[in-house]
């Protein structure tokens, strides 16, 4: 663990977090896979359309369709992109996450 000094010099910013705002990890998922199914059904590709939302916050880049869009605004998208990365530092066998704040 860095000293004070340390992230000081290195001016690097500490965020610490211990859960995904005000949404529970289950609504959080019911939330995104509802979103994901959603645009799903209208023919778009998820995954695409998701991260463009993700890093632009422009709210028409998911559907309305199923109230898809009204659901994006019970999340912040800055804790979507730190659980996704969470998620896959998990999952990856070759990259571990030495402090997980979801227990």
Do not use: N, W
């Not at 529970?24 to 359309?49: C, H, N, W």
């Amino acid at each position: 663990m860095m000293s004070r000094e340390e992230r000081i010099h290195d001016d690097t910013r500490i965020i610490e977090t211990e859960k995904i705002g005000q949404t529970s990890r289950q609504e959080f998922l019911e939330i995104m896979q509802t979103i994901y199914a959603a645009l799903k059904e209208k023919g778009y590709d998820p995954v695409q359309q998701i991260s463009y939302y993700l890093l632009t916050g422009e709210p028409t880049y998911i559907t309305a369709h199923r109230d898809a869009r009204a659901l994006t605004r019970r999340l912040e998208r800055d804790e979507v992109v730190e659980e996704l990365v969470r998620y896959y530092l998990r999952h990856k066998p070759a990259i571990t996450c030495e402090e997980d704040h979801s227990q």
